[in-house]
C-alpha cells in the first residue's frame, strides 16, 4: 500500500532497479520501496522500505540502472535528479560517494539514458539536452573519451548504451 491513497489505481510506470522498485503516478508523483543502502531509495532512510513512499513530485520520467542501486527522474522543468549507488562517479565526479537524496546534476533535458556495464561495476548517465548536445556523467568505457566524441547525429530521440556501446535513435 502507497503512503500516498490516490497512487493506488493512478499509477503510469514501474522501474526495477537493483534492490528496489519506483513506480511514477500521473499526477508526477515518484514513489520508491527496497532496500535502504547506499543511496538507492533517495530517502536517507536508516532501515529498509517494505511500501512505497513518496520521493519527488513533478516528474515525467524514471530510469533506474539493472546493474547499480542508483535511478534518475526527469522532471516536468527539464532538469535531471538522480540518486544512489556513486560507483565510479556514476552520478558525481565524487566517485566511492553514494547520494542518498536526488540531486540535479543536469538542465534543460530532452532525453536521457543509464548505461550500465557487463559487470555492474559502475553506470553512466547519458543525457541529451534541448540543444542536441550529448554529454555523460563519465568518460565513455573507462577511458578519455567523452561520449559526446562518439556522437555525431542530431535530432536524437532517445539514448542508451551499456559498457562498450552507445545507441541513439
Same mark, same amino acid.
Given at each position: 500500500?502507497?503512503? +500516498?491513497?490516490?497512487?493506488?489505481g ?5 522501474? =526495477? #532497479?537493483?534492490?528496489? =522498485? ?5 499526477n508526477?508523483?515518484?514513489y520508491?520501496?527496497?532496500? %535502504?543502502?547506499?543511496?538507492r531509495?533517495?530517502?536517507? %532512510?536508516?532501515? +529498509? ?5 513518496t520521493?519527488?513530485? #513533478? ?16 522532471k516536468?522543468d ?11 562517479g556514476?552520478i558525481?565526479s565524487?566517485?566511492?560517494?553514494? &547520494? ?6 543536469? $538542465?534543460?533535458?530532452?532525453h ?17 539536452? $534541448? ?6 556523467t563519465?568518460?565513455?568505457? #573507462?577511458?578519455?573519451?567523452?561520449? $559526446?566524441?562518439?556522437?555525431?547525429e542530431?535530432?536524437?530521440k532517445?539514448?542508451? #548504451? +551499456?559498457?562498450?556501446?552507445?545507441? &541513439?535513435?
Open positions: 500500500e502507497f503512503d +500516498n491513497s490516490s497512487a493506488q493512478n499509477l503510469e510506470m514501474v522501474e =526495477t #532497479g537493483n534492490g528496489f =522498485t519506483l513506480w511514477l503516478d500521473k508526477g508523483t515518484v520508491v520501496s527496497g532496500r %535502504c543502502d547506499s543511496g531509495l533517495g530517502l536517507s %532512510c536508516s532501515s +529498509n522500505q517494505l511500501t512505497p513512499k520521493v519527488m513530485t #513533478g516528474v515525467k520520467d524514471i530510469l533506474a540502472s539493472p546493474t547499480e542501486g542508483l535511478w534518475c527522474a526527469h516536468t527539464n532538469t535531471l535528479w538522480c540518486t544512489g549507488e556513486n560507483t565510479g556514476g558525481t565524487n566517485g566511492g560517494i553514494d &547520494v542518498w537524496t536526488p540531486v540535479q546534476i543536469a $538542465s534543460n533535458v530532452e536521457f539514458g543509464i548505461f550500465a556495464t557487463h559487470n555492474g561495476s559502475s553506470s553512466a548517465i547519458g543525457i541529451v539536452k $534541448s540543444d542536441n548536445t550529448v554529454s555523460c563519465k568518460n565513455h568505457h #573507462g577511458n578519455s573519451m567523452k561520449c $559526446s566524441d562518439k556522437i555525431t542530431t535530432n536524437i532517445q539514448i542508451s #548504451g +551499456n559498457e562498450y556501446h552507445i545507441m &541513439v535513435v
